[in-house]
């Protein structure tokens, strides 16, 4: 067991994790965040991307330890301060990105660390940012509409 | 041979709203659920916790074909944590699958490396794991058959030496007869002056939904099972998992609840092995038992679209007109039988259906092999036939020296027509969508071939559909149950038996009860997946739901607005049809200003809470299609509708690379009437990239039944790097018994996407690929091949 502190969605935790537990666990289960999601547990479909320090990462392969002292955000931390849905929320809806939705927590975190770094991307830009999510559904069409649709929405 | 005797149906009247009166229906409204989903809220069942609830892990067999000697479970047992070790020697017998050719647990041998061989539940996923690793089976191996042809050969090994029933069996067929004969094949080939003879292969695909496998069973104090379940089928699971009590001696009900659902694509359609071993484990322990798949179980312990071979033989006429089809067809049917064994009954379709052929003769065998065995999957056996036919269509084309598309112009389907199999299409789009795809894509100004100064060629492709698209009369029920009870707050609750994996049946029926209603969408609730609260549905399958679960919800919407406007009529002292309802405001026509707009709720709860009403506005409604189940020769019209379709792709192919790139997708649905334009496109835009995986790079890979690439990077679905533009166009025909003139449309995309690639292929660089998936070696190859008959 070692004990971690990091901040998950703007709040600092501290809890005990074994040393082989993935962040992943740690969010579904210790902290109840139950947004990112195990698809296969291997790091190959990103349904359990989260962002760490500004970053995706698939969260099924990344050491729980590793997020000592750093900033996780998940899928339940998107809404505004506001409390208004995030613009990559609100165009998910809107566009028809979602169906089973299994890929959407990771697929929108994926999304949300690519505007934060360039918030001006083209279409293939956030193809390549989102060529680690698979979704099985949808054929992404509309989930590329919905990024680029929220990369506009923020610049406003 | 000219089309004289064209067997034309009966004008039917409609019934629907002019589309311009249509306030809900035919918008682009998001999913309902999108909202939680998005929000990470949505519960799935991997998020599911029970109050003590356990962790159940399964013992696969490590053979493909073997005797089992021996299960010593001792070591298992003693690990902490352990709550129960079950398997085929202390546990009742339940047998599984529509033939019944399946025990859950294997007793005396194994017939596949998914065969269920013990099983634990533990207080831990890790106590469960560490439970199972150290169960001891002695077996005692069998030669194995990995192929129908090794199947068939002369005393090859049984692979179940009896059925159900005791029967003995002499070889490893599966008994269904399925076989199709329309017109006079004989006289057709006479009539021929065209013929071409292929075959074709196709391999075993996945589904691959992203949430695995899982189900949470439960039983409380009253023998009574709950389960938490994933299926697509949720009346019929209930019937099979109440069969399965009764066996376990058992005397209580069943429950199934789905919670959210992590895609369907029919992998959901029969119940499978891990369910009812978590009903042994949890009756066993008397507490709640979780079994969730790992990414590896979900490849090689479910059930794929089955691998298949196809020979057809077609002919034409002088002026191009079909005149016969005789197409056999083998199949890999695995080890034991599901709904894969079924498939050619749905071959069938476009076999007697697709493009207007008369004399038609389809046979299918489906053999027991040491495989996994096979499932429904998006399209049944659809896409499977379809591959055969619209690639043979073009190589027919070629060689009566018709262009491909003139080619389909002349034998596209028409509306109003008996098809030779008893079909009876009211509304068909063929010949629009086809006009429509051919347009957009510019095809015929094409310029096919290598592009100057590049390795690579361009070409153009097209290929068909037909699907049912009104309801698919397999069982003798083919119906849907629909509640609706409105609540005098104006908020409306609809409990339907069908079902969502996504595919946003919960939003068309929230549109089509709002319209019907004349109510805001937000106001409706839909709710799915409960059978104790949900009537019965014959589940989500053959793109039924919107068609029959929406006529159903439609029907039960109209009678409680009968109930309303009755009511209403006599709260503001006008005639009934003075009254109209619309988005939740109740307008009258009369001369009191005061009673000219009322806000439906003022009205709902004087109805309610006065003494002279006292009412409340409910009602329920099962709806059952007009469709008939085929007759024993399989002829018969099996679906209310049928939604047509074409594709068209324009590709490169890298002729140094063989790797082929599709540069251009258009497709057209005819769907009847759009009730959601934006959903009918994630859809199309769904299926088709499933379409193009099996196209191009979909396979399982068995090395003597053990999958060598169960994980996503050895299996290749698309990403979004892979994302090709698509144009998907609605055709929209108005049928007269669709809700509000709507055909089903949920597996049609898939359909004839990887035809209408290799007929591109083949218009790019003159190679003729008939085996899918069409991979850049196997391009490769295929090139060498003819550059070396050319040098040759
Ligand atoms: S669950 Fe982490 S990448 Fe699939
Ligand atoms: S919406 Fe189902 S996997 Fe993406």
């Known amino acids: 067991m070692k004990t971690i502190t990091f901040t998950v969605n703007g709040n600092p935790v501290t809890l005990d994790v074994s040393e082989d537990a993935n962040l992943l666990s740690v969010l579904n289960d210790d902290l109840e965040l139950a947004g990112a999601k195990e698809g296969c547990g291997a790091g190959e479909c990103g349904a359990c991307t989260v962002i760490v320090d500004g970053v995706a990462v698939t969260s099924c392969l990344y050491p729980a330890c590793e997020a000592d002292g750093r900033v996780v955000e998940t899928v339940e931390g998107l809404v505004l301060e506001s409390g208004s849905l995030h613009p990559l929320q609100r165009t998910f809806v809107d566009y028809g990105a979602v169906q089973c939705g299994f890929c959407t927590p990771g697929m929108v975190m994926s999304a949300k660390a690519l505007l934060d770094k360039y918030p001006n991307p083209n279409e293939q830009e956030v193809k390549v940012a989102l060529a680690g999510n698979i979704c099985r559904c949808t054929g992404y069409t509309q989930i590329v509409e919905a990024v680029l649709a929220a990369a506009e929405e923020m610049k406003k | ?792």
């Not at chain 2, 077996?139 to 179940?160: N, T, V, W």
């Not at chain 2, 009254?579 to 000219?596: F, R």
């Not at chain 2, 409340?616 to 709806?623: G, P, R, T």
């Open chain 2, 1 to 792: 041979m000219t089309r004289k005797e064209e067997r034309l149906l009966p004008e039917v009247e409609r019934a629907v709203r002019a589309p311009e009166e249509l306030v809900v229906v035919g918008k682009r409204i998001p999913k309902s659920d999108a909202l939680y989903k998005v929000l990470g809220q949505a519960q799935y069942i991997y998020d599911m916790q029970l109050p003590g609830m356990l962790y159940g892990k399964i013992l696969w067999s490590e053979r493909a074909h073997a005797k089992i000697i021996s299960i010593d479970t001792s070591e298992a047992e003693k690990v902490p944590g352990v709550r129960a070790v079950i398997t085929a020697q202390n546990t009742p017998e339940i047998r599984i699958g529509f033939m019944k050719d399946q025990p859950v647990l294997k007793k005396d041998k194994v017939r596949s490396f998914r065969d269920e061989v013990a099983a634990v539940a533990a207080t831990s996923w890790e106590a469960a794991e560490e439970a199972i690793s150290r169960i001891k089976v002695v077996y005692e191996d069998l030669p194995g058959i990995f192929s129908p042809e090794e199947a068939m050969e002369e005393g090859a090994p049984l692979i179940h030496e009896m059925d159900a029933r005791g029967k003995e069996l002499k070889d490893n067929r599966i008994r269904l007869p399925w076989k199709l004969v329309c017109g006079d094949l004989e006289k057709g080939k006479a009539e021929a002056t065209c013929t071409v003879t292929t075959s074709y292969e196709v391999p075993a695909v996945n589904h691959c939904c992203m949430g695995t496998s899982a189900c949470i069973a439960s039983f409380d104090a009253g023998d009574n099972l709950t389960i938490y379940d994933i299926t697509q089928i949720p009346s019929l699971a209930k019937a099979d998992f109440l069969e399965a009590l009764k066996a376990m001696g058992a005397k209580g009900r069943v429950r199934v609840i789905t919670p959210t659902i992590g895609g369907g694509f029919g992998s959901k359609l029969d119940t499978y092995g891990y369910q009812y071993i978590a009903m042994l484990l949890s009756h066993r322990t008397k507490r709640p038992v979780k079994i969730v798949f790992t990414r590896e179980e979900e490849f090689f312990a479910t059930s794929p679209r089955q691998q298949a071979k196809f020979t057809i033989t077609q002919g034409c006429d002088k002026e191009g007109y079909l005149t016969f089809r005789e197409v056999n067809a083998t199949l890999d049917n695995g080890a034991y039988i599901s709904w894969g064994a079924t498939t050619p009954s749905v071959m069938m379709m476009p076999m007697s259906s697709l493009y207007r052929v008369p004399n038609i003769e389809f046979k299918s065998t489906c053999i027991y092999t040491n495989n996994t065995w096979a499932q429904a999957m998006r399209g049944y056996g659809n896409p499977q036939a379809t591959f055969a036919i619209d690639c043979n269509m073009d190589e027919l084309a070629e060689k009566a020296g018709i262009d491909p598309v003139e080619f389909r112009r002349r034998n596209a389907n028409i509306p109003g027509e008996e098809t030779p199999q008893g079909f009876l299409p009211r509304t068909c789009g063929h010949r629009e969508c086809l006009e429509a795809v051919v347009e957009k894509m510019g095809y015929e100004g094409r310029q096919s071939g290598i592009v100057e100064g590049t390795p690579k060629a361009r070409g153009m492709g097209v290929a068909s559909l037909i699907h049912v698209g009104g309801g698919a009369k397999i069982y003798r029920s083919d119906g849907c149950a629909t509640s609706i009870k409105i609540d005098d707050d104006g908020w409306v609750d609809v409990f339907s038996g069908s079902q969502d994996i996504g595919q946003g049946l919960d939003t068309v029926l929230r549109q089509i009860v709002a319209e019907v209603l004349g109510f805001k969408p937000e106001k409706v609730k839909i709710h799915v997946g409960d059978t104790d609260t949900c009537g019965w549905d014959a589940g989500c399958h053959a793109s039924r739901s919107t068609f029959v679960a929406g006529n159903s919800a439609k029907v039960c919407a109209e009678i409680v607005r009968a109930q309303m406007v009755a009511n209403f009529a006599a709260q503001l002292e006008v005639a009934e049809d003075a009254i109209s309802i619309t988005e939740g405001e109740v307008l009258a026509q009369t001369d009191d200003p005061d009673k000219q707009v009322t806000k439906v709720e003022r009205l709902l709860r004087r109805a309610h809470m006065t003494g002279r009403g006292n009412t409340m506005f409910m009602a329920s409604n099962f709806w059952e299609p007009n469709n008939k189940l085929l007759a024993g020769d399989f002829h018969g019209n099996f679906s209310m509708a049928y939604t047509y379709g074409v594709h068209g792709v324009e590709l490169e192919v890298d002729t140094e690379t063989g790797q082929v790139d599709v540069i251009n997708y258009v497709a057209a649905h005819d769907i009847g009437k759009a009730i959601n334009p934006m959903l009918l496109d994630g859809q199309a835009y769904g299926g088709i990239m499933q379409g193009i995986g099996y196209a191009l790079t979909e396979e399982m890979l068995f090395d003597k039944g053990k999958l060598l690439n169960p994980n996503f990077r050895d299996y290749k679905i698309l990403t979004c790097l892979d994302v090709v533009p698509i144009e998907a166009i609605i055709v929209e025909t108005d049928d007269p018994e669709g809700p509000f003139g709507a055909k089903g449309v949920g597996e049609p995309g898939l359909v004839p996407v990887a035809p209408a690639i290799a007929n591109a292929i083949y218009d790019a660089v003159g190679i003729r690929l008939r085996r899918l998936p069409m991979t850049p070696d196997r391009v490769l190859e295929a090139l060498w091949a003819k550059a070396g008959k050319a040098i040759a």
